[in-house]
């Protein structure tokens, strides 16, 4: 069974700061892995997807690996701004599950001016 | 190209009651999913829909069914509610279902709360 791990829980930074959140699967037998962020109370907005044959993908100030060998991706944001504060969290998909997201229980993250 | 649309946004229902939740992808999207959010379980998938058939399903009780019509749109159904039902569901579309390369494009969710 498809285990989610996300490491912080939760993380508050000053502004500027460049910060990494962590991801960590138990199955290494994933398509993909993708990241999003939800606001609270909202639903999820997707930031980056990583295909299980890729190692990065970049979005503006986002970056996310993967190591699909270790069963681990992080999600780095640079620059960070009060704007970025959301709850963060990462998803996998695996075997035949067709669409069905495995998630991480998510990094609440604040960023303060 | 409109986004993922969920109605009601909120719902108050009393115990034993049934619930019809209602997700329109977008358009051209032909598979739906469906996710139950809480503080204590966090999200966790329900069933995705395509073509009209449930391809997958979670590991939820059989109060818990959908299905999806012809146009693409999807409903969920809980029957006999429970105050354990309480939560924020959400419906997510994308348009190849075969293709897992997609990202999944989630609707705002509605709020279910049961009393």
């Known amino acids: 069974k498809q285990e989610v791990t996300q490491i912080p829980a939760a993380l508050s930074v000053p502004e500027g700061e460049n910060l990494v959140l962590n991801c960590s699967f138990t199955?290494?037998?994933?398509?993909?892995l993708q990241w999003f962020r939800q606001d609270p109370g909202k639903g999820l907005t997707s930031l980056l997807l990583?295909?299980?044959?890729?190692r990065e993908q970049t979005s503006g100030r986002l970056n996310a690996s993967l190591d699909k060998s270790s069963g681990r991706s992080t999600l780095y944001i640079a620059a960070s701004q009060p704007g970025d504060s959301a709850t963060y969290l990462c998803a996998v998909i695996a075997g035949t599950s067709y669409g069905k997201l495995t998630f991480g229980q998510g990094t609440i993250l604040t960023v303060h001016p | 190209k409109a986004g993922v649309t969920q109605t009601p946004r909120y719902l108050i229902k009393t115990r034993g009651q049934q619930v019809t939740l209602s997700c329109s992808p977008i358009s051209g999207h032909r598979s739906v999913s469906w996710y139950q959010q809480t503080p204590g379980q966090g999200l966790q998938f329900l069933f995705e829909?395509?073509?009209?058939?449930?391809?997958n399903k979670g590991n939820f009780p059989g109060r818990f069914s959908g299905r999806q019509f012809s146009n693409s749109r999807s409903e969920m159904n809980v029957s006999t509610l429970e105050l354990g039902d309480s939560a924020l569901y959400l419906c997510a579309s994308r348009g190849n279902p075969g293709g897992y390369r997609e990202t999944q494009y989630f609707g705002p969710g509605t709020r279910l709360l049961v009393l």
């Open positions: 199955d290494s037998a994933i398509y993909n």
């Open positions: 990583i295909q299980s044959s890729q």
């Open positions: 829909y395509f073509s009209e058939t449930q391809r």
